[in-house]
């Protein structure tokens, strides 16, 4: 997936969180940003501007097979379970941003776990150690829910 690409599904995987969560931003001001900023830039209806990082909790192993090849395989697919290691390493990452950053950590069935192991894998580590975050969202496969905040 080229960068441009990866952009695109960021903007539509953070709309469509937005919309599930029902949270109060303005859909009109997402924008996508690039690295070394956070991912997406917007603003609550507040007034208040806001960054989020956005983290796909997946396989790499999943993530390279597609469906055709899942399905002509006959022996079991058994995965790595990453979600770990991809949440601290966001938590160690530091922007040049003057504004808040949220974290949005979303699965979209590239990860063996369910969304109630999701949550309780995150919120111990967010505690923990926030990083940079003010806010740490699960965009999961049946629930959007805040699972920390400062």
């Known amino acids: 997936m080229s960068e441009q690409d990866k952009g695109v599904e960021e903007v539509r995987v953070f709309k469509e969180f937005v919309r599930v969560a029902g949270l109060p931003i303005e859909i009109d001001t997402v924008r996508k940003c690039y690295p070394p900023k956070p991912d997406i830039r917007c603003r ?7 960054y989020f990082e956005l ?13 055709r090849t899942l399905l002509q ?33 979303y699965k979209r069935g590239r990860l063996a776990a369910p969304d109630s192991e999701m949550l309780a894998l995150i919120r111990p580590l967010v505690v923990q150690y926030p990083g940079p975050f003010t806010r740490v969202w699960f965009f999961g496969e049946r629930l959007a829910q805040m699972v920390w905040s400062v």
């Open 55 to 67: 983290t796909e909790l997946c396989d790499e192993n999943l993530a390279q097979l597609d469906g």
């Open 73 to 105: 395989r006959s022996d079991r697919l058994w995965v790595a379970d990453p979600a770990e290691r991809i949440v601290r390493k966001k938590l160690r990452k530091h922007y040049p941003v003057s504004r808040p950053v949220e974290l949005l950590c």
């Open 44 to 50: 609550y209806h507040g007034g208040e501007w806001v």
